[in-house]
């Protein structure tokens, strides 16, 4: 893992050219700029890339990186250049905030692709709504961000800036609660979660799918992510009996989480979701999570015959980091922008259209991508719903089944 106390990285993905935001010779920045040139297009980028979540993070910004490269290497939109500016928002919402207002800033951006973090999304939309920026998260998967705080009752889009590439807790939790119960024979549960929002949803939308399907849910908690002896978690878990147990959160607390209930003798396995789903999970478990599980957006990428030229140039590309859970989905999102300025592009003369414009074609973008069939519904939600289940066997996760959610 790569460390870096750098807050911004504005990263050339052309190397023979010097790129800025305002322009640099031979070329023009979205806003305006030198003539005689390609015209400079600036892709932001929002994601921890520093702390605890780097892993994931980092993932996001190289794949963002690459994406501009074949785009510029095949010249998919005539006259322009991509460039990436990576902002580090250190899961920080407030960080988050900042992030948002300095990529409006820049008149350069076209598209943002992030955040990783639904927290951190919540404080960026109005940010990008105010000023017609598209944002695009490989990442999130709380069902507010596109469909209302009360989307269990009525689905109402808050923000038409926002879309997404991943699928969301309502199919995600739901998903999780009927292999617990189908398939693995689970029938009581222990929920757990870290407090955030993230972590709230999708424990509450595995509760309601679990309960549903007949399942008695036998107690639950919370715990601080900034405190990691869970003891006072891990007896009332004991104590409960629980044949799963399931968390909303990342794989910081996770694994350590893991780790504390096997050496207390649970041997009931944690389940969680995508933010579970990473090597480092296992790493912070000790070599005490094998048997858990986690759901995570879509099939494996490894897997996709569509993604295959993805995992190649990625690995051609010699990035320092792996592309890690969101690798394919931000390739995807930032794949998006990309066509929606192409799109906006041809629509405009040829000349490079302006974010009102880019805003008007995001919502038509359709392609074939890494991760499949890439498109948005009405909402700005994914229209691939896919989800995979993985279980920690012999020190590694492995597939345990891909499917979509049966509601």
């Excluded at 640099?24 to 890339?49: F, H, M, N, Q, Y």
């Excluded at 700005?380 to 590694?396: F, I, P, R, S, W």
């Amino acid at each position: 893992m790569r460390k870096s106390s750098l807050l911004v990285v504005t990263i050339a993905v052309t190397g023979a050219l010097t790129l800025s935001a305002c322009g640099s010779r031979g070329e023009k920045s979205a806003s305006g700029g030198d003539a005689g040139g390609a015209t400079v297009v600036t892709i932001g980028v929002d994601a921890p890339l520093t702390g605890p979540l780097s892993a994931l993070g980092l993932g996001i910004q190289h794949s963002v990186e690459l994406a501009a490269k074949i785009a510029n290497d095949n010249k998919e939109v005539p006259g322009v250049t991509f460039k990436v500016k990576a902002l580090d928002d250190k899961k920080s919402p407030q960080e988050g905030q900042q992030n948002a207002t300095a990529l409006v800033a820049d008149k350069s951006v076209l598209g943002v692709v992030g955040p990783l973090n639904s927290g951190v999304a919540q404080s960026m939309q109005q940010v990008f709504e105010s000023a017609g920026l598209v944002e695009v998260s490989p990442a999130n998967t709380n069902p507010a961000l596109t469909q209302g705080e009360k989307f269990d009752t009525e689905k109402k889009r808050p923000f038409k800036t926002y879309f997404r590439t991943a699928t969301t807790d309502a199919i995600q939790g739901p998903f999780a609660a009927q292999y617990a119960y189908n398939d693995l024979g689970k029938k009581t549960a222990y929920l757990i979660d870290d407090k955030k929002t993230y972590g709230v949803g999708l424990v509450g939308a595995f509760q309601k799918e679990f309960t549903k399907l007949g399942g008695t849910i036998k107690g639950q908690d919370h715990i601080d992510e900034n405190n990691l002896d869970f003891s006072a978690v891990v007896t009332k878990a004991k104590a409960a009996g629980a044949d799963v147990i399931y968390y909303g959160g990342e794989y910081p607390q996770s694994g350590p989480l893991s780790d504390q209930l096997k050496k207390a003798g649970v041997t009931a396995p944690v389940f969680g979701g995508d933010g579970m789903y990473d090597p480092e999970y296992i790493n912070k478990a000790n070599k005490n999570a094998n048997g858990d599980l986690a759901t995570s957006v879509g099939a494996p990428v490894e897997s996709l015959d569509s993604a295959k030229k993805f995992v190649a140039d990625y690995k051609a590309a010699a990035y320092p980091d792996p592309y890690a859970a969101y690798g394919g989905y931000s390739y995807d999102a930032a794949w998006s922008i990309i066509q929606a300025v192409k799109a906006a592009a041809a629509d405009n003369g040829g000349k490079v259209p302006d974010r009102a414009k880019v805003l008007s074609a995001m919502s038509k973008v359709s392609f074939s991508g890494v991760t499949g069939k890439v498109g948005f519904d009405e909402y700005g939600d994914a229209v691939n719903k896919q989800l995979t289940v993985y279980t920690v066997k012999d020190g590694a996760w492995t597939v345990a089944k891909t499917g979509t959610y049966s509601g």
